[in-house]
């Protein structure tokens, strides 16, 4: 049943299903192998050859459709068994990827990336934890990076598969973004039926560009640009022969 979740005091272990339903489903793509809308709308917002880093990648629907598109794509999940049927899928559609196994909030890759990108995956890091990894996502970057997220947050509430999640409040993951351009932020509703039975679960959507730091290297660059000043010594002047 949903219902409106009360913020617990201290820490919250959480646990992630998936890894375990991946493992007991080798043959079945339980998300199935079409790229989500989000994806689909993010692939036209960046220039050819971009970076991408999608973090819980899962069975790969995602990933391989940027990888598709021509873009560069690293996916990182915590589930050997995910990564498993999304490099099958990878190597079905013919699209070289980075795979990644490790779990958030530690990232072992090499940016920068020109958009991080997760859906339904970092409301699975604790909240104590999630300072290190939005450092952590920050610093793997490029100037004028897109992140892009989709989180649940506690407006209502089903736990599937018996989840525990961190759930973020409305607005929370916004606020994280205050000196970086909000692009979106929306809050919304996504129907699930993966446990059999129909539920939806609230989310936060937050794209967020990162202007500051194109700034600073804009601002750079126009110093480095500023013409110099000659400081080399004037022609002596010689008099005439007595």
Not at 25 to 45: F, H, K, N, V
Not at 167 to 173: D, S, T
Not at 218 to 235: I, L, N, Y
Request: proline content about 5%; charged content about 25%; hydrophobic content about 35%.
């Amino acid at each position: 049943m949903s219902r409106k979740r009360q913020h617990a005091q201290g820490k919250t272990v959480t646990r992630n299903p998936w890894p375990e339903v991946y493992e007991n489903t080798p043959d079945i793509y339980i998300w199935g192998t079409e790229p989500s809308s989000l994806a689909r709308e993010l692939a036209g917002m960046l220039h050819a050859g971009a970076r991408i880093l999608d973090l819980g990648c899962g069975e790969g629907r995602d990933s391989v459709f940027f990888a598709e598109q021509g873009f560069d794509v690293t996916g990182l999940d915590s589930s050997l068994a995910g990564l498993e049927k999304a490099e099958r899928l990878a190597g079905g559609c013919g699209v070289p990827i980075r795979w990644v196994h490790s779990a958030m909030p530690q990232i072992p890759a090499d940016g920068p990336f020109d958009l991080v990108y997760s859906c339904g995956s970092i409301h699975y890091v604790s909240r104590g934890r999630r300072p290190q990894l939005s450092a952590r996502l920050r610093s793997l970057t490029a100037a004028g990076g897109l992140h892009a997220h989709v989180v649940f947050t506690d407006t209502l509430i089903y736990r599937e598969m018996g989840e525990v999640i961190d759930y973020f409040r409305p607005g929370e993951l916004a606020d994280a973004y205050t000196d970086w351009a909000i692009v979106r932020r929306e809050e919304g509703l996504i129907a699930c039926d993966r446990d059999g039975t129909r539920h939806v679960h609230s989310v936060d959507i937050v794209l967020a560009r990162n202007e500051q730091r194109r700034d600073a290297l804009s601002a750079s660059s126009r110093e480095e640009a500023k013409p110099c000043v000659d400081t080399r010594s004037r022609p002596q002047q010689h008099s005439s022969p007595s």
